[in-house]
């Protein structure tokens, strides 16, 4: 039984951290888009 509450820990963790998880995506994908503009602007 010890394995499987040592699963519903890990899921219920993974669960906590999704948001987190979330907005580093939107972090990384506003970066990558502020990059692609300025590639486009520059000569």
Not at 13 to 40: G, K, M
């Amino acid at each position: 039984m010890q394995g499987h509450r040592d699963l519903l820990q890990a899921r219920t963790l993974d669960a906590a951290s999704l948001d987190a998880i979330r907005q580093n995506s939107v972090l990384a994908i506003d970066a990558l888009n502020v990059a692609e503009y300025l590639a486009a602007r520059l000569p």
